[in-house]
């Protein structure tokens, strides 16, 4: 079955670590995004990429970065965590080929930076 | 910049009766997009809407897209509980990928 997997589903971590968030996707698709969404509230644009080899930086990319060395993986890295990275991170991939791009998200991943 | 805005950001509503939702948004769009998130969970997608005038329905929830106003609206017919989430709308421009979302609109369905 097609779908988009985070890993993991929650994190709890102290200040200053490296963590890195996982996605994957099974759906061939060329564009894949990362999102920052606190409780209840819009969701910001951190990164995307059009294909493989591809990152482009959103809003509040600054402090993360991405790869995509394979078009089914997208990771997300925060080289030094702290408390205001606390929140939800939603990945999400789009078919560019079908004409609409709406987005398929993936359940997210829950970070608490302590 | 492309600025999306949803209004009202909470709504609150009996069971049976009818409501919409309003999506602004700023500049120019090919393509706008609603999206439904449960408590908890990701965002799924509702509809696409894509020229002017589109009109998509799917059970009680009926989309409409306005591009010369600028304006989408998401109507809710005879409201039951399980409508109960937020409703996020989104616009992109073709061959742009900075898709904005609005500030959602938090729908609670009291029986």
């Known amino acids: 079955e097609a779908d988009i997997y985070q890993t993991p589903r929650y994190l709890v971590i102290g200040t200053g670590k490296k963590i890195t968030l996982e996605c994957s996707q099974t759906?061939?698709?060329?564009?894949m995004y990362w999102y920052q969404q606190d409780p209840g509230m819009e969701l910001h644009l951190i990164h995307y990429s059009y294909g493989v080899n591809s990152t482009e930086k959103g809003d509040l990319s600054s402090e993360s970065t991405v790869s995509r060395i394979r078009t089914e993986h997208f990771p997300l890295t925060l080289e030094s965590a702290r408390p205001s990275h606390t929140s939800q991170y939603l990945c999400?991939?789009?078919?560019?080929?079908?004409?609409?791009?709406?987005?398929?998200f993936g359940s997210g991943t829950q970070l608490s930076v302590l | 910049e492309l600025k999306v805005e949803q209004n009202p950001l909470f709504l609150s509503m009996q069971e049976g009766k009818n409501y919409t939702i309003y999506c602004n948004y700023s500049t120019t769009s090919d393509r706008l997009y609603w999206y439904r998130q449960d408590p908890g969970k990701s965002l799924e997608s509702l509809f696409v809407?894509?020229?002017?005038?589109a009109v998509k329905q799917e059970g009680r929830l009926m989309a409409s897209l306005d591009t010369k106003a600028r304006l989408s609206t998401l109507h809710i017919t005879a409201a039951v509980h399980d409508l109960s989430a937020t409703y996020f709308c989104a616009v992109s421009q073709y061959n742009n990928n900075d898709m904005r979302f609005g500030a959602g609109t938090r729908l609670t369905v009291k029986p």
């Open positions: 759906m061939g698709h060329d564009k």
């Open positions: 999400a991939s789009s078919d560019a080929g079908t004409g609409h791009e709406k987005l398929f």
């Open positions: 809407l894509l020229s002017n005038g």
